[in-house]
């Protein structure tokens, strides 16, 4: 089931008083609600009872549905998510682990072919690594997939004499709210969305005194020019 819709059904049955108590849910009644016929409003309530997001009973022939703790949890990151937007609209904020990499980031930082970009684009040559977060809590990992779609600034790929490199994009980004750097995101990634990659002209470790473990803050400001 795709999330806005998961979402959207979720919200209307929150609205009908499920969230803290069984309440009466005939399909002929929630197929209005849902705005759906019959037959699909039922194949999608047994869809959330098996994804655990509602617990369904039958009383004298009718069904009552409640939603679970899976679906409150769901709902809560929803509302924190469009808090969020509300409040800081253009802006993404991330909090997340310091986590050892896999040691590639220097190579690909140090080739001239993204150095020159980065300095065009960024005013900077990044130091030669990356510092990956891990990204936990839900709320965060779902902004990431978000931000991972909007516009940033593009850095093209390139061809060397030994082999290819793939696009990147950036996004510029307060670190710990002193620290100027950049999200990345490469187009060819063996990371999933719990993983965020940030790149600043400095050793962001040394230059904020942090460590593997520690957690770290940033945000990234989206720009009308992108």
Do not use: C
């Amino acid at each position: 089931m795709k999330k806005r819709l998961l979402i959207t059904y979720l919200i209307d049955l929150l609205k009908l008083g499920a969230g803290d108590r069984l309440v009466k849910a005939p399909t002929i009644y929630i197929s209005h609600i849902f705005g759906l016929s019959q037959q699909s409003t039922s194949r999608v309530l047994t869809e959330l009872s098996d994804l655990g997001y509602i617990h369904k009973e039958i009383r004298d022939g009718t069904v009552w549905v409640i939603l679970t703790d899976r679906a409150m949890e769901e709902l809560e990151m929803f509302f924190k998510y469009i808090d969020g937007a509300r409040k800081y609209p253009g802006e993404f904020i991330f909090e997340g682990e310091i986590v050892k990499g896999l040691g590639e980031g220097a190579y690909y930082m140090s080739k001239p072919g993204y150095k020159r970009q980065f300095y065009r684009t960024l005013g900077y040559e990044p130091y030669p690594g990356t510092l990956n977060v891990k990204l936990s809590e839900p709320l965060m990992i779902t902004q990431n997939k978000v931000l991972r779609k909007m516009k940033g600034i593009y850095i093209k790929g390139f061809r060397d004499e030994s082999r290819t490199f793939g696009s990147v994009q950036v996004y510029p980004a307060i670190i710990m709210e002193k620290l100027e750097g950049a999200v990345l995101y490469a187009r060819r990634t063996i990371y999933g969305p719990d993983i965020i990659e940030l790149i600043s002209e400095y050793y962001i470790k040394g230059e904020l005194g942090l460590k593997d473990g520690d957690i770290i803050r940033f945000k990234v400001k989206l720009s009308e020019n992108y």
